[in-house]
């Protein structure tokens, strides 16, 4: 939606008009009656008037544009917030721990030792990136990167969580290659390695793609910068790419509405971005930080200078004034309200003292990087905006950035909810015979959720900057954060709407409780959680009763944990007409390592190493690929969690990372323990023997997906020692099988049942997105 979008009644200004007659606040106060669009700007009519109420008069244009994508569901979670709450109540010590800055800055802020702190975040650009791929996706990574450089970091990594329709469809043909090409070329133009994320494919999805980024800056304690105006009499600069019509109304406005099944019509909404633009501007910030020239700093992402001067303010201790006729465009016919709405990409917003500014924009010439001084702090406590010498804005700051409406939707249970939760697929045939199985796991390892991914991840540089200890395929993507000592970070996201559909609380859980294992089979000890909670209409008490249980049960789950959620991201109407998404609450988990030397690889590497299983394989089908990729079913309940079961193991993963006990480790989630020893095998083309638990069915033990467990490659000489931990701590551990065979000869020897040359798996692993997509 445009931000002045024509309709019989109110048809659309030219901008000769509306550059000329200018609606300041003399002539809102003198004409309470005027017609304005509120309705064409997403606002409804309660809110129209808690506007006038504030204001005690009608609103500006331009204050009106502020109002409406300030108050946007995206960017004001006005349907979300009273559940969020949850996340920062109840924390305990373990979870204050690690954290230095939490929810409602820019981005979480932890501590990982040595003196050196971590900021992550994870957020989601899933409209543009449907109606515009490539640039939807691209300027989404773009805004993560600013949102951690805005915290005093610098990016150092990328993750890029992504779900489509049907691989078969003819619109993930059409929005697919471009959102990849998208993430990889603007990550890429900028040096930072993309280390990991997903891709998932889903008939919910259609029409809807999930594009999620995630970024990882690293800063000394020192370092760390907020989002504040401060001080009376500093001055507030502008700098970064000049203000275009791109973007007008386009995330904040794209993200609070559903798309009917038309499809994209809103193409000039979405953002245009310039990777190379944002690299200087990334170079430009980090030497001004170093020469301390910033008092308080805010990127320009979702409703553009509507957002950076009302926070900035309402975050400071005064108030402040800008000259929005001071501010860069390339398009000079923008009127003022369009220039407060634009998400033009690749901009900044800092507060410097006086005596600053001039090496301040010296710093930014040495960049080829523009900056201009277009307002100051003032003590009014209001915000002020002036344009041609009228005032266009005069608002309470708070009102606009923080103080927006807050609604309690209702939610219920949804009527389907039992009988979706009684259609367990008792009845659904399971594979009985050696032969049965086979067919089964070549059927489910060359599935689009389960096949080879590297179509997607071989277009992003995943080794740029040399600090990349493990990226995809791995479990999880880790950093080095310090050359000398080998300090690191591990990063994984993940989400199952599959299981979130047929139990909302337990399927945040399974999700945090995967990251977390994922997190820990690389070596490193769990720290913190961002999460991006994509759902459907708000409007709709079923969405709504899914998005308040997810929210609740990752509370929970957090908490259980020892884990702070440090920020993140609501992403609500992701539907299509009346049909929503699977419910996809995306955790992303954040551990530390000691040393990026003695992380665990997810792939066997040699021969003659004992593979061990560990947790507890139990029954749990429903909700699986297997029910999924072999019957279309989707009903019953997703399997247990057991998040003190989850920890332990976690534990044990880490210690025996780090005294060497183990070679490789892989955690069990989808497709189970057949998914698990392929992607192991196939990763170094080793092969294995394996002999299944007597006490369970074989299809049960290969395709289970039960939480809490992990297939590990012990040594044999640290075989006795291995155990002697597991056991010490009662922990579920039995030996399945050995390492055997190396090269294109290897072979998955599944004993008593069947074997599978590994070249016959890579072939209908690998061969699934290149098929379907060229």
């Known amino acids: 939606m445009t931000a002045w979008s024509a309709s019989p009644d109110h048809p659309l200004p030219s901008s000769e008009h509306r550059l000329n007659h200018v609606d300041s606040v003399e002539a809102a106060g003198t004409s309470p009656g005027r017609q304005q669009p509120w309705s064409e700007l997403g606002l409804k009519a309660d809110e129209y008037t ?71 975040k994870i957020e989601s650009h899933n409209h543009p990136s449907y109606v515009e791929p490539y640039q ?63 891709t998932v494919f889903h008939p919910s999805y259609a029409g809807n793609p999930l594009v999620n980024a995630l970024c990882i800056g690293v800063m000394r304690h020192e370092q760390i910068h907020l989002a504040k105006a401060s001080g009376t009499g500093n001055l507030v600069v502008l700098y970064g790419a000049r203000t275009g019509g791109d973007g007008i109304g386009g995330v904040s406005v794209l993200a609070s509405e559903t798309f009917d099944s038309g499809g994209p019509a809103k193409r000039p909404s979405v953002q245009v971005g310039d990777p190379f633009q944002e690299k200087l501007l990334i170079e430009s910030t980090l030497e001004l930080f170093a020469e301390e020239l910033v008092v308080g700093i805010q990127d320009l992402g979702g409703a553009g200078l509507s957002c950076a001067t009302s926070e900035l303010a309402s975050a400071g201790d005064g108030g402040m004034h800008v000259w929005l006729d001071r501010v860069p465009l390339r398009d000079s016919s923008l009127a003022p309200e369009e220039i407060l709405m634009s998400e033009s990409q690749e901009r900044m917003m800092a507060v410097v003292e006086p005596g ?24 009014s406590g209001r915000l002020t905006i002036e344009w041609r010498g009228e005032t266009v804005v005069d608002v309470p700051p708070r009102s606009v950035a923080h103080d927006g409406p807050t609604y309690r939707r209702p939610f219920a249970r949804p009527d389907w909810q039992d009988a979706l939760q009684a259609d367990t697929g008792a009845a659904l045939v399971r594979p009985a015979t050696g032969e049965e199985l086979r067919e089964t796991l070549v059927t489910l390892v060359s599935s689009p959720g389960l096949c080879d991914k590297s179509w997607v991840t071989d277009q992003y540089d995943r080794y740029v900057q040399g600090n990349t200890a493990l990226a995809q395929p791995e479990d999880a993507g880790m950093v080095r954060v310090d050359a000398e000592s080998g300090l690191g970070v591990a990063v994984s996201t993940d989400a199952n709407g599959r299981f979130t559909l047929l139990d909302p609380y337990l399927g945040a859980q399974l999700a945090l409780a995967e990251s977390y294992r994922n997190v820990a089979t690389s070596g ?27 929210t609740r049960g990752l509370a929970d789950g957090c908490r259980a944990l020892g884990v702070p959620v440090t920020g ?60 999924q990729v072999v019957h279309g079913h989707l009903g019953g309940r997703p399997p247990v969690v057991d998040l003190a079961a989850e920890k332990e193991l976690a534990d044990i993963l880490v210690n025996a990372s780090r005294d060497g006990l183990i070679d490789a480790a892989h955690d069990l989630s989808e497709g189970g323990l057949a998914q698990a020893l392929v992607e192991s095998c ?74 599978v040359p590994l070249v016959d798996l890579h072939a209908a692993w690998s061969g699934t997105l290149p098929a379907a997509l060229g």
């Open 568 to 627: 993140g991201n609501v992403s609500l109407y992701n539907q299509t007409g009346a049909t929503a998404i699977l419910p996809t609450p995306v955790v992303a988990v954040l551990g530390v390592i000691d040393d990026v030397a003695r992380r665990t690889p997810s792939g066997f590497a040699s021969e003659g190493q004992q593979i061990y299983l560990l947790g507890t394989t139990r029954d749990e089908l429903c909700g699986s690929e297997w029910a």
């Open 50 to 120: 808690q506007i006038r109420e504030i204001l005690g008069r009608r609103p500006t244009s331009a204050e009106l544009a502020m109002y409406s994508v300030m108050w946007s569901e995206h960017c004001s979670y006005k349907s979300s917030k009273v559940h969020l709450r949850q996340f920062s109540e109840n924390v305990t010590d373990e979870m204050r721990a690690h954290l230095m800055v939490g929810i409602g800055e820019n981005a979480g802020v932890v501590d990982i030792g040595n003196g050196y702190a971590v900021t992550f």
């Open 356 to 379: 600053d500014v001039k090496r301040f924009l010296e710093i930014c010439e040495k960049w080829e990087v523009e900056a201009t001084v277009i307002g100051a702090v003032d003590d």
């Open 524 to 550: 490193a000890r769990p720290l913190a959680v961002s999460d991006c909670l994509n759902f459907g209409s708000p409007e709709d008490p079923a969405v709504m009763w899914q998005f308040a249980e997810a």
């Open 136 to 198: 939807g996706a691209a300027t989404g990574v773009g805004g993560i990167v600013r949102d951690i450089l805005a915290m005093g970091a610098r990016p150092v990594a990328v993750m890029d969580p992504l779900r489509f329709g049907p691989l078969d469809a003819p619109d993930t043909h059409r929005v697919l290659p471009g959102i990849v090409a998208g993430v990889g070329g603007y990550g890429n133009c900028l040096g930072l390695p993309n280390i990991g994320g997903e």
């Open 682 to 755: 196939l990763r170094h083309w080793v092969g294995a023997r394996v002999w299944l638990p007597e006490h369970l069915d074989p299809f049960v033990a290969l395709f289970s997906e039960s939480s809490a467990r992990a297939v590990v490659a012990v040594p044999r000489s640290e075989e006795v020692r291995f155990t002697d931990m597991c056991g010490a701590r009662g922990f579920p551990h039995l030996r399945v099988g050995v390492t055997d065979g190396v090269g294109q000869d290897a072979v998955l020897d599944v004993q008593g049942r069947f074997t």
